[in-house]
């Protein structure tokens, strides 16, 4: 199954958070919202590409994107030591328990159990407005790719 | 930094610095004076007779001194010293403080308070930020970023590419 394509509700889903109750469908209602699906915590390409998005965050936000969370099969721990190393305010949501269940409700889960390399933007409808994999893990998408959607 | 939507790859330009063989095939590199991948690249393509355009690409997550690295060798081009420093920089990737940039300048020449002013002023901001902007719109996700014949390649080169810029370099120029 492909990638969540634009014009559908997003799938009902839990990801797990470093603090708080998980993470669910109604939390991207009211507001545009981005998730970065990506493979692994501390691989190389991921490093890079939040921090890229980091980098850009207030311009972003400036496009009309209102929040944006990584998204990876790695525990709330990894992903909390990730994002300290990083210095990152980007919040992680952790695909745990079942292991990349809602990954595979989005369509972006890689057959290698991690996640494919997906940006997905949703509208304040919870509808999604764009989506994106990249051709191959190791690919790393440009940030021009996140404003050329939010101008769209 | 203004729009950041996609957006062909910026012409080379005055404000660019360029160097290698006159007629030489040309690539333009995106790069940061943190990056290890990138001191390598720099140093490869320094052997090769290839013209090389350098732009700054800092990411503050990755290279939390990228930016100021870049700020100083732009105030160093403005008293005529862009590739001395250029060079310095990648050269010793551990020392990217305060005093080793003044450690650099002071070695190179330059008038101290003048580069001080400079590094931490506008202009050098400026520049360094238009350089970025112009990368994102291409593109650029990481360094170093390569184009060659206006096409992208990302983090390391591979072999391949290696290969195909050595051909290049030793093509007849007409």
């Given at each position: 199954m492909?990638i969540?394509e634009?014009?559908?509700?997003?799938?009902d889903?839990?990801?797990?958070?470093?603090?708080?109750e998980?993470?669910?469908?109604?939390?991207?209602?009211?507001?545009?919202?981005?998730?970065?699906?990506?493979p692994h915590?501390?691989?190389p390409v991921?490093?890079?590409?939040?921090s890229?998005?980091?980098?850009v965050?207030?311009?972003?936000?400036?496009?009309?994107?209102?929040?944006?969370?990584?998204?990876?099969?790695?525990?709330?721990?990894?992903?909390?030591?990730?994002?300290?190393?990083?210095?990152?305010?980007?919040?992680q949501?952790?695909?745990w328990?079942?292991?990349?269940?809602?990954?595979r409700?989005?369509g972006?889960?890689?057959?290698?159990?991690?996640?494919?390399?997906?940006?997905?933007?949703?509208?304040?409808?919870?509808?999604?407005?764009?989506?994106?994999?990249a051709?191959?893990?190791?690919?790393?998408?440009?940030a021009?790719?996140?404003?050329?959607?939010l101008?769209? | 930094?203004?729009?950041l939507?996609?957006?062909?790859?910026?012409?080379?330009?005055?404000?660019?610095?360029?160097?290698?063989?006159e007629?030489?095939?040309?690539?333009?590199v995106y790069?940061?004076?943190e990056?290890?991948?990138?001191?390598?690249?720099?140093?490869?393509?320094?052997g090769?007779a290839i013209?090389?355009?350098?732009?700054?690409?800092?990411?503050?997550?990755?290279?939390?001194?990228?930016?100021?690295?870049?700020?100083?060798?732009e105030?160093?081009?403005?008293?005529?010293?862009?590739?001395?420093?250029?060079?310095a920089l990648?050269?010793?990737?551990?020392r990217?403080?305060?005093?080793h940039?003044?450690?650099?300048a002071?070695?190179l020449?330059?008038?101290?308070?003048?580069?001080?002013?400079?590094?931490?002023?506008?202009?050098?901001?400026?520049?360094?930020?238009?350089?970025?902007?112009?990368?994102?719109?291409?593109?650029?996700?990481?360094t170093?970023?390569?184009?060659?014949?206006?096409?992208?390649?990302?983090g390391r080169?591979?072999?391949?590419?290696?290969?195909?810029?050595?051909?290049?370099?030793?093509?007849?120029?007409?």
């Amino acid at each position: 199954m492909g990638i969540v394509e634009p014009g559908r509700p997003a799938p009902d889903f839990t990801l797990a958070r470093y603090e708080g109750e998980p993470f669910t469908r109604a939390d991207l209602e009211g507001r545009t919202t981005l998730l970065v699906f990506y493979p692994h915590a501390f691989s190389p390409v991921c490093t890079d590409q939040l921090s890229l998005y980091t980098e850009v965050l207030g311009e972003l936000r400036d496009a009309g994107l209102d929040a944006l969370y990584g998204v990876s099969c790695d525990s709330v721990w990894v992903q909390q030591a990730f994002r300290e190393q990083l210095g990152t305010e980007i919040e992680q949501l952790s695909d745990w328990e079942p292991k990349g269940a809602a990954c595979r409700a989005f369509g972006a889960l890689h057959p290698g159990g991690f996640p494919e390399r997906a940006l997905i933007i949703f509208g304040p409808d919870a509808v999604v407005r764009w989506s994106y994999v990249a051709p191959s893990p190791g690919d790393l998408p440009g940030a021009n790719l996140l404003f050329d959607a939010l101008a769209g | 930094m203004g729009d950041l939507r996609s957006a062909p790859l910026p012409p080379v330009g005055e404000d660019d610095h360029v160097r290698g063989p006159e007629g030489a095939p040309l690539v333009v590199v995106y790069g940061d004076y943190e990056c290890p991948f990138c001191a390598a690249l720099e140093e490869r393509l320094h052997g090769l007779a290839i013209r090389v355009v350098f732009r700054h690409f800092p990411v503050k997550g990755s290279h939390p001194r990228a930016f100021a690295a870049a700020c100083a060798a732009e105030a160093a081009a403005a008293q005529g010293a862009f590739w001395p420093m250029h060079d310095a920089l990648f050269a010793d990737q551990g020392r990217l403080e305060d005093p080793h940039l003044w450690d650099r300048a002071e070695r190179l020449g330059l008038d101290l308070a003048r580069f001080d002013a400079d590094r931490r002023g506008e202009a050098c901001a400026a520049q360094v930020k238009a350089d970025f902007a112009g990368g994102i719109r291409a593109g650029v996700p990481t360094t170093p970023t390569l184009f060659l014949d206006g096409e992208r390649h990302a983090g390391r080169p591979d072999e391949a590419l290696w290969a195909r810029l050595a051909n290049l370099a030793v093509a007849p120029r007409v």
